[in-house]
C-alpha cells in the first residue's frame, strides 16, 4: 500500500521538508499493536518524522484515516494530529518504511509458547524484510519483549540477510514499559529509558529522540537492558500476588487486607504501588513476561520457585472469587451470575488473560447464566465469550441476578446507585474482585458482600 506523507511525493518521505515543523530523525515503527502505535505516534509528536509499517492491509487504511483498532485514552488525538501535521503515516510497505530511515523501532508480538517460551517468529521476520532492505547505515532499535541474548540473535539474522555484506548497521536494546491504559502519558514522562548495546553513537542517537523528556538514562549491554525488562515485570506481578497471599491470610483472619496495604504502604522502602489486593492480573504483559523469565530461568539450569509461586497465586485468586459465591449460593447451575468489567484493567479494551475469561469460564462450565457489560470490550468479546449475554449496562447485568461480580474496577461501576443494583438482583450477593466498595455499607444496605481480603461475619444465603 503506497501512502501521501505530508505534502510531499506520494509514497516515502517528503521530497523536502514540511515548512510547519522541522523533522528531527526518519524513523521506521514496524508493527502497529499496543507498543508500535503508541511508539510511532510519541515519536511523531516529537517532530520526528514516522511510518509505522504492519501487514495488515485492513488496519493500516483505518489508521491512515486516524481511526484506531485498539482504544488507548489520548492515543487517538496524537495519531490523528501528527497524521494532519505530515509526521505520521502508516503502510503495509517495508521499502516505503526503509526508504532513508535513520532509525527502525521493531515492536512486533512476542507471544507465549505453549511451556512458556517466547514465540520469536515475528520478530525474525521482521529482522529478515529489514536486513532486505539496508542500503546505508542505520539503527535498529529493538523495543518487542524478548528473551535475553536476542538481540545478539536478530544481529546475526541481519548479517546473513544483508543484500551487501559491507552495509553497517547497530542494534539496540530499548525495552518499554508502558502501561495499557497509560501508555501515552508513560512514554511521555517515562521513568527512565534503558538502553542496552556496545556501540556508544548508536546509544547517542538513540538517546537523542528522548532527550526532551528529562528522563535517567540507563546504558548497558544489550543483554543486561532485555533482562531489566523481565525483572521489572516479574517484580510487579511478585508484589501483586503477594498482597493477594496476605489478603488470603487476613481473610481467614478477619483482618482488612486494604488497611494492611496502607500501612505496609507508607514504608517508603516498600511504597503503595502494586499493593491493591483482588483477583489478580492478567493482559499482555505479565502472564507472558513471568511465564518466560521462568522458562528461560529453568532451561539456563536455575530453579525458579517464586515466579512458579507468583503465578500460582494468580491463578489460584480467580478461582477463590468463584468459590466465595459458590459456598453462598451452593452451586451454579440455573443461577444467573451478572459480571461487571471485561478487560485485565480498566481503561484498555484488551482482554488478553483477562481475569474475567476464566471466571466466566468457570461459572459455565457449572452451568451459571452469565450476563456481562463492559464499557469498551463488548465487540471484541464476543468472539471469545460467545454463550454469554451482553447487557448495555451494569443495571441490565444485574437484572434478576443471584449474584454480581465486579471483576474490572472502571470508575464507572464506582458510582453506580447500589440500591437500585440491589433492587433489581434476584439475590443480594456481591463479589467485589477489586475491592471497590465499602464492606460495611454494602451490607448495611442489604447485600452478602464479598471482597478480597476483607474481614466478614459469615452471613449467608440458601
Not at 62 to 85: C, D, S
Not at 112 to 136: M, P
Not at 202 to 229: N, W
Given at each position: 500500500?503506497?501512502?501521501?506523507?505530508?505534502?510531499?511525493?506520494?509514497?516515502?518521505?517528503?521530497?523536502?521538508?514540511?515548512?510547519?515543523?522541522?523533522?528531527?530523525?526518519?524513523?521506521?515503527?514496524?508493527g502497529?499493536?499496543?507498543?508500535?502505535?503508541?511508539n510511532?505516534?510519541?515519536?511523531?509528536?516529537?517532530?520526528n518524522?514516522?511510518?509505522?509499517?504492519?501487514?495488515?492491509?485492513?488496519k493500516?487504511?483505518?489508521?491512515?484515516?486516524?481511526v484506531?483498532?485498539?482504544?488507548?485514552?489520548?492515543?487517538?488525538?496524537?495519531?490523528?494530529?501528527?497524521?494532519?501535521?505530515?509526521?505520521?503515516?502508516?503502510?503495509?510497505?517495508?521499502?516505503?518504511?526503509?526508504?532513508?530511515?535513520?532509525?527502525?523501532?521493531?515492536?512486533?508480538?512476542?507471544?507465549?509458547?505453549?511451556?512458556?517460551?517466547?514465540?520469536?517468529?515475528?520478530?525474525?521476520?521482521?529482522?529478515?524484510e529489514?536486513?532486505?532492505?539496508?542500503?546505508?547505515?542505520?539503527?535498529?532499535?529493538?523495543?518487542?519483549?524478548?528473551?535475553?541474548g536476542?538481540?545478539?540473535?536478530?544481529?546475526?539474522?541481519?548479517?546473513?540477510h544483508?543484500?551487501?555484506?559491507?552495509?553497517?548497521?547497530?542494534?539496540?536494546?530499548?525495552?518499554?514499559f508502558?502501561?495499557?491504559g497509560?501508555?501515552?502519558?508513560?512514554?511521555?514522562?517515562?521513568?527512565?529509558?534503558?538502553?542496552?548495546?556496545?556501540?556508544?553513537?548508536?546509544?547517542?542517537?538513540?538517546?537523542?529522540?528522548?532527550?526532551?523528556?528529562?528522563?535517567?538514562?540507563?546504558?548497558?549491554?544489550?543483554?543486561?537492558?532485555?533482562?531489566?525488562?523481565y525483572?521489572?515485570?516479574?517484580?510487579?506481578?511478585?508484589?501483586i500476588?503477594?498482597i493477594?497471599?496476605?489478603?488470603?491470610?487476613?481473610?481467614?483472619?478477619?483482618a482488612?487486607?486494604?488497611?494492611?496495604?496502607?500501612?505496609?504502604?507508607?514504608?517508603?522502602?516498600?511504597?503503595?504501588?502494586?499493593?491493591?489486593?483482588?483477583?489478580?492480573?492478567?493482559?499482555?504483559?505479565?502472564?507472558?513476561?513471568?511465564?518466560a523469565?521462568?522458562?528461560?530461568?529453568?532451561?539456563?539450569?536455575?530453579?525458579?520457585?517464586m515466579?512458579?509461586?507468583?503465578?500460582?497465586?494468580?491463578?489460584?485468586?480467580?478461582?477463590?472469587?468463584?468459590?466465595?459465591?459458590?459456598?453462598?449460593?451452593?452451586?451454579?447451575?440455573?443461577?444467573?451470575?451478572?459480571?461487571?468489567?471485561?478487560?485485565?484493567?480498566?481503561?484498555?479494551?484488551?482482554?488478553?488473560?483477562?481475569?474475567?475469561i476464566?471466571?466466566?469460564?468457570?461459572?459455565?462450565?457449572?452451568?451459571?447464566?452469565?450476563?456481562?457489560?463492559?464499557?469498551?470490550?463488548?465487540?471484541?468479546?464476543?468472539?471469545?465469550?460467545?454463550?454469554?449475554?451482553?447487557?448495555?449496562?451494569?443495571?441490565s447485568?444485574?437484572?434478576?441476578?443471584?449474584?454480581?461480580?465486579?471483576?474490572?474496577?472502571?470508575?464507572?461501576?464506582?458510582?453506580?446507585?447500589m440500591?437500585?443494583?440491589?433492587?433489581?438482583?434476584?439475590?443480594?450477593?456481591?463479589?467485589?474482585?477489586?475491592?471497590?466498595?465499602?464492606?460495611?455499607?454494602?451490607?448495611?444496605?442489604?447485600?452478602?458482600?464479598?471482597?478480597?481480603?476483607?474481614?466478614?461475619?459469615?452471613?449467608?444465603?440458601?
Amino acid at each position: 500500500m503506497r501512502s501521501s506523507w505530508g505534502s510531499g511525493s506520494p509514497g516515502g518521505w517528503p521530497s523536502e521538508p514540511l515548512q510547519e515543523v522541522a523533522l528531527t530523525k526518519r524513523i521506521c515503527v514496524i508493527g502497529t499493536g499496543y507498543a508500535g502505535l503508541a511508539n510511532a505516534a510519541c515519536l511523531a509528536d516529537l517532530g520526528n518524522g514516522v511510518i509505522g509499517v504492519d501487514r495488515d492491509q485492513a488496519k493500516i487504511e483505518q489508521l491512515n484515516h486516524g481511526v484506531l483498532p485498539i482504544y488507548e485514552p489520548g492515543l487517538a488525538e496524537i495519531v490523528r494530529r501528527n497524521i494532519q501535521a505530515g509526521r505520521l503515516v502508516f503502510s503495509t510497505s517495508y521499502d516505503e518504511g526503509m526508504q532513508d530511515a535513520e532509525l527502525v523501532f521493531v515492536c512486533v508480538g512476542t507471544p507465549s509458547g505453549v511451556e512458556g517460551e517466547t514465540d520469536l517468529a515475528d520478530v525474525e521476520q521482521a529482522a529478515i524484510e529489514v536486513a532486505k532492505r539496508i542500503h546505508q547505515p542505520v539503527v535498529i532499535v529493538n523495543r518487542s519483549t524478548v528473551p535475553i541474548g536476542t538481540g545478539d540473535w536478530m544481529s546475526d539474522i541481519i548479517r546473513d540477510h544483508l543484500q551487501s555484506p559491507d552495509t553497517p548497521f547497530t542494534m539496540v536494546s530499548n525495552p518499554e514499559f508502558l502501561r495499557e491504559g497509560s501508555a501515552v502519558y508513560d512514554w511521555m514522562h517515562p521513568d527512565r529509558i534503558v538502553l542496552g548495546t556496545t556501540d556508544p553513537p548508536a546509544a547517542e542517537k538513540v538517546s537523542q529522540l528522548y532527550r526532551s523528556l528529562g528522563a535517567e538514562l540507563i546504558i548497558t549491554d544489550p543483554r543486561t537492558a532485555e533482562m531489566i525488562k523481565y525483572a521489572a515485570n516479574a517484580f510487579l506481578a511478585s508484589k501483586i500476588s503477594f498482597i493477594n497471599e496476605i489478603a488470603n491470610i487476613c481473610e481467614a483472619l478477619g483482618a482488612d487486607v486494604r488497611t494492611v496495604a496502607h500501612g505496609m504502604g507508607t514504608d517508603q522502602r516498600i511504597s503503595p504501588h502494586f499493593l491493591e489486593a483482588g483477583i489478580g492480573w492478567g493482559g499482555s504483559c505479565f502472564p507472558k513476561d513471568v511465564k518466560a523469565l521462568a522458562y528461560i530461568a529453568a532451561v539456563h539450569g536455575q530453579h525458579p520457585q517464586m515466579l512458579r509461586a507468583v503465578m500460582e497465586i494468580n491463578t489460584d485468586q480467580r478461582k477463590r472469587a468463584v468459590t466465595k459465591v459458590r459456598e453462598i449460593l451452593g452451586g451454579f447451575r440455573g443461577k444467573v451470575i451478572g459480571v461487571w468489567g471485561l478487560t485485565f484493567k480498566p481503561n484498555t479494551d484488551d482482554l488478553r488473560d483477562a481475569p474475567s475469561i476464566s471466571i466466566i469460564h468457570m461459572l459455565q462450565n457449572e452451568g451459571a447464566i452469565v450476563r456481562a457489560y463492559d464499557p469498551v470490550a463488548m465487540d471484541k468479546a464476543r468472539n471469545m465469550l460467545p454463550r454469554i449475554v451482553y447487557c448495555d449496562s451494569p443495571y441490565s447485568a444485574a437484572e434478576d441476578a443471584d449474584a454480581v461480580f465486579l471483576v474490572t474496577e472502571w470508575n464507572e461501576f464506582k458510582q453506580l446507585d447500589m440500591a437500585r443494583v440491589r433492587d433489581l438482583m434476584r439475590r443480594p450477593i456481591l463479589l467485589d474482585g477489586r475491592n471497590v466498595y465499602d464492606p460495611q455499607r454494602m451490607r448495611e444496605m442489604g447485600f452478602i458482600y464479598r471482597g478480597m481480603g476483607r474481614g466478614y461475619s459469615g452471613e449467608s444465603l440458601r
